[in-house]
T-cell receptor, first 113, second 108 residues
Framework: NAGVTQTPKFQVLKTGQSMTLQCAQDMNHEYMSWYRQDPGMGLRLIHYSVGAGITDQGEVPNGYNVSRSTTEDFPLRLLSAAPSQTSVYFC????????????FGAGSRLTVL | GIQVEQSPPDLILQEGANSTLRCNFSDSVNNLQWFHQNPWGQLINLFYIPSGTKQNGRLSATTVATERYSLLYISSSQTTDSGVYFCAGLFGNEKLTFGTGTRLTIIP
């Protein structure tokens, strides 16, 4: 049981480049989400999904796109990277927000030059 | 908007000491969780505690929902307890809001 798997772990981009952060979970969780972590600001929600085909915006969605074609996968796309998107990104999943806790991936460190 | 405030922001303790971390939230909470981020960046859930008290070994947590706060207690601290502790709450929707964390450093 791998849990939540994120790739890549590290990435360096130039301003204007695009990339996709991959997230996959094998726990049959309905809820998946993406957070970014910046120094002194905790974790901020970017986008989330409550099931396949359903996505919604979080606190800081600008500059990011998501899709949820399957229950297992929830990729995060940066269409035109900016230095302000330099951050550590975490994907998380859970069964739903009853009494279910959030399981995080290991994180992806992105640097935009 | 919803506010989740944690205190203290930083805490340095000698190994063996006890500590109390606090989380205040600005609205009624449906789902309150505590997380530990270790020095390697991994985030691990410690407690799901929307109300009441739970214990897990040297760690325990109490949430008083009516007064809008939660406490995380760490007893007999070990160096492996070092890291950042986050609380996060769900306030009537699907969006979990995190506090800015308490950085705990345990000195041998």
């Amino acid at each position: 049981n791998a849990g939540v798997t994120q790739t890549p772990k590290f990435q360096v981009l130039k301003t204007g480049q695009s990339m996709t952060l991959q997230c996959a979970q094998d726990m049959n969780h309905e809820y998946m989400s993406w957070y970014r972590q910046d120094p002194g600001m905790g974790l901020r929600l970017i986008h989330y999904s409550v099931g396949a085909g359903i996505t919604d915006q979080g606190e800081v969605p600008n500059g990011y796109n998501v899709s949820r074609s399957t229950t297992e996968d929830f990729p995060l796309r940066l269409l035109s990277a900016a230095p302000s998107q330099t951050s550590v990104y975490f994907c998380a999943s859970n069964k739903g927000f009853g009494a279910n806790v959030l399981t995080f991936g290991a994180g992806s460190r992105l640097t935009v030059l | 908007g919803i506010q989740v405030e944690q205190s203290p922001p930083d805490l340095i303790l000698q190994e063996g000491a006890n500590s109390t971390l606090r989380c205040n939230f600005s609205d009624s909470v449906n789902n309150l969780q505590w997380f530990h981020q270790n020095p390697w960046g991994q985030l691990i859930n410690l407690f799901y505690i929307p109300s009441g008290t739970k214990q897990n070994g040297r760690l325990s947590a109490t949430t008083v929902a009516t007064e809008r706060y939660s406490l995380l207690y760490i007893s007999s601290s070990q160096t492996t307890d070092s890291g950042v502790y986050f609380c996060a709450g769900l306030f009537g929707n699907e969006k979990l809001t995190f506090g800015t964390g308490t950085r705990l450093t345990i000195i041998p």
